[in-house]
């Protein structure tokens, strides 16, 4: 499985946009499936998006309503999630992970390997 890192992460205000990036340090993220999940305070891991090996990507509608995008890196070794008009609810650690192909990706349940996180704050 691969090794993750992810990184990007920071304070920002409202409306702001960030972009966190997922690298894989040991083997190419190219052969699995990468989910990238949120874990707020007090509140369970969520989905957020995920791209497949062969890059069909699902988002958590409900939660990104169309403002992120997931997408494979030009080197084909990291994956990234474009974070547009950021608002306090998507203040929390977001975590990259990688399922085997054929999985279901939006289940947490899925995924093996996990990144450390990177904390994203947002201010009112």
């Known amino acids: 499985q691969a090794q993750l890192v992810e990184s990007g992460g920071g304070l920002v205000q409202a409306g702001d946009s960030l972009r966190l990036s997922c690298a894989a340090s040991?083997?190419?993220?190219?052969?699995?499936?990468v989910g990238w999940f949120r874990q707020a305070p007090g509140k369970e891991r969520e989905f957020v998006a995920a791209i497949s090996r062969s890059d069909t990507r699902a988002y958590n509608e409900e939660s990104v309503k169309g403002r992120f995008t997931i997408s494979r890196g030009a080197g084909k070794n990291t994956v990234d999630l474009q974070m547009n008009s950021l608002n306090p609810e998507d203040t929390a650690v977001y975590y990259c992970a990688t399922a085997q192909p054929g999985t279901p990706a939006r289940s947490a349940a899925s995924y093996a390997s996990w990144g450390q996180g990177t904390q994203v704050t947002v201010s009112s």
């Open positions: 040991v083997r190419t993220l190219l052969w699995y499936t």
